[in-house]
């Protein structure tokens, strides 16, 4: 994925990537960090009885496409035939763009709710294929899509370095006098 273009109500999220960096483009926030999972914690040293584990924390552009890559059809029955249900390309209440490095895009449109469940389909499914291009996706599933739209500051990364792990050829660790380099 080369980057990703998401809105909902006209409000719009996109993120362009970079090596392995993600910038945001619209808003222009800056840097939203890397797609590559954080180093694992280094052990701390405790006396008496071992913190509790915390639940992880999903933010970041990776947490965001891990999102869209989970939207899901929960049964057959939630296919239905193809029809408006606001899914017209320039009337979708929202609309989810990937890009590859191959330069193709896929996109989901997304457009009336009912109940706990939006219609969608995808914008290649022109329901030539077979009669029920539209699919009913439960709303638990937009949730995170939703929130990211909505406030886009929430998935930005809070490192206060930003560089690409794979560019690094040497890393200098200092405390006080004492120094380790690898």
């Known amino acids: 994925v080369t980057s990703v273009q998401m809105k909902k109500d006209g409000k719009p999220l996109d993120l362009k990537r970079e090596g392995s960096m993600w910038t945001f483009v619209d808003p222009p926030l800056g840097e939203a960090g890397s797609d590559e999972a954080p180093p694992p914690e280094e052990p701390k040293d405790f006396h008496g009885k071992p913190p509790a584990p915390r639940a992880p924390v999903m933010s970041g552009v ?4 891990e999102a869209v890559k989970n939207i899901r059809v929960e049964d057959d029955d939630d296919f239905v035939p193809l029809g408006k249900y606001g899914l017209e390309t320039d009337k979708a209440a929202m609309r989810i763009d990937i890009h590859a490095k191959d330069e193709k895009t896929e996109t989901l449109l997304i457009g009336e709710k009912v109940g706990d469940y939006y219609y969608a389909r995808l914008s290649s499914d022109d329901g030539v294929m077979r009669d029920d291009g539209v699919m009913k996706i439960n709303a638990k599933w937009l949730l995170p899509i939703e929130k990211a739209i909505a406030s886009p500051g929430d998935i930005r990364s809070k ?13 200098e660790r200092r405390v006080g006098k004492e120094c380790r380099s690898r």
């Open 62 to 65: 990776k947490a965001l496409l």
């Open 159 to 171: 490192n206060v370095a930003s560089f690409d792990a794979k560019k690094v050829r040497s890393e």
